[in-house]
């Protein structure tokens, strides 16, 4: 059985970090580099002159560039090519730039010292599982950042109903989700299969009427279901 191989596009205008990035990336077989730019307007560009089935299916792109940045790059790119993915992958970790990434469309969010294996990890996770990887830092700051504009809503009726049609291994783990694990992560904490983690968290995304982790971890924290 042949695996197609996923299609990635690397945006960086530090030509010496995306070549680096580049070929740690070559050595995992299942990833096909098909693109790469120095900034935002350059991907729009390339990408423009390539046929639907030569596009990238994931795009890792940085935040701060010239010409055009990672985050007004995201906004274009996902008007255009909606069904494309991106994955910010930058040094930056303060809430302003992961407000705007996140409300421009990014889909995951990594620093770039992450380990390449990581990266490789959360691409997957975006096109296999609709996740929405983030390093842990930084899942930590976007749920503060839920969690203070939670203060400032109302708790939904029926959202908050939802507590009591999850089993207690479900609030088990969408309380590992909380806290930024992934798969893996939860599955050695509850000792249980990443398979057995992927039924569960989509019967809870069932539940909750949800599609991602990010509007699961929404939920729960407008809830207040976890401190």
């Not at 296999?128 to 809503?153: D, Q």
């Amino acid at each position: 059985m042949v695996i197609s191989k996923i299609k990635i596009a690397i945006v960086d205008d530090k030509k010496l970090l995306r070549e680096a990035l580049v070929s740690n990336i070559a050595n995992y077989k299942e990833i096909d580099i098909v693109l790469q730019a120095s900034d935002g307007m350059g991907l729009l560009n390339d990408l423009a002159g390539l046929n639907v089935q030569d596009r990238p299916q994931v795009v890792l792109m940085d935040i701060e560039m010239p010409v055009m940045n990672g985050i007004e790059a995201v906004m274009i790119a996902k008007d255009r090519y909606p069904e494309m993915r991106f994955l910010m992958l930058t040094v930056f970790d303060n809430d302003d730039k992961l407000f705007e990434a996140i409300k421009a469309g990014a889909d995951g969010y990594l620093l770039k010292d992450e380990k390449v294996s990581n990266i490789v990890k959360a691409i997957a996770e975006i096109v296999h599982e609709g996740g929405v990887p983030m390093s842990p830092r930084i899942a930590r700051k976007a749920l503060g950042l839920l969690r203070a504009k939670a203060e400032t809503i109302e708790p939904a009726t029926p959202a908050a109903e939802h507590e009591h049609l999850l089993s207690t291994r479900e609030m088990e783990i969408l309380n590992r989700i909380v806290d930024g694990l992934n798969y893996q992560e939860i599955g050695e904490r509850l000792f249980i299969s990443p398979h057995t983690v992927r039924k569960h968290i989509a019967n809870i995304y069932e539940k909750l009427h949800v599609s991602n982790k990010a509007s699961a971890i929404k939920v729960a924290t407008q809830n207040k279901w976890f401190n």
